[in-house]
């Protein structure tokens, strides 16, 4: 995803859910705002990026990304009833996007620092190249 003057720029698998981005992140991008989005079988979960790891040349990431319940207790609910495995993974540092494509096999997956007033949490993934 790419903001242009006049125009955004973006994959076709992260059309139609740019809605559920950040306002601010949307209107401004700023070389501070981190953006990531797993794309997986069942649906593409987009949040901000609250920590990652990359190791053995992406070949395992680690990645922690601060989003909604419901989308994390998705990825849970996934995990739990059956193998798992995320195609993309996209990350969004102010105007540039960075892309590392997968498949990788969900290793193991947790819900961090849950806010229930504003219905948020951090998701971690661990993610295995396949």
Same mark, same amino acid.
């Given at each position: ?13 992260l059309r139609g859910r740019i809605q559920d981005l950040d306002q601010e ?16 079988? =069942? %649906? ?7 920590? *990652?790891?990359?190791? @053995?040349?992406?070949?395992? #990431?680690? &990645? +922690? ?38 498949? =990788? %096999? ?7 620092? *849950?806010?229930?007033? @504003?219905?948020?949490?951090? #998701?971690? &993934? +661990?993610?295995?190249?396949?």
């Amino acid at each position: 995803m790419i903001q242009d003057d006049d125009r955004l720029i973006m994959s076709d698998s992260l059309r139609g859910r740019i809605q559920d981005l950040d306002q601010e992140v949307t209107e401004k991008p700023s070389d501070s705002s981190f953006v990531v989005a797993l794309e997986f079988e =069942f %649906d593409l979960i987009l949040g901000n990026l609250s920590g *990652i790891s990359i190791e @053995n040349n992406c070949q395992c #990431l680690k &990645v +922690d990304i601060y989003t909604s319940l419901n989308e994390a207790y998705q990825v849970i609910k996934e995990v739990s009833n059956s193998k798992l495995s995320c195609r993309v993974l996209y990350l969004r540092f102010g105007n540039d996007e960075l892309c590392i494509e997968g498949p =990788f %096999d969900v290793t193991s997956t947790k819900m961090l620092e *849950i806010d229930r007033q @504003n219905k948020m949490c951090v #998701l971690g &993934v +661990d993610l295995i190249k396949s």
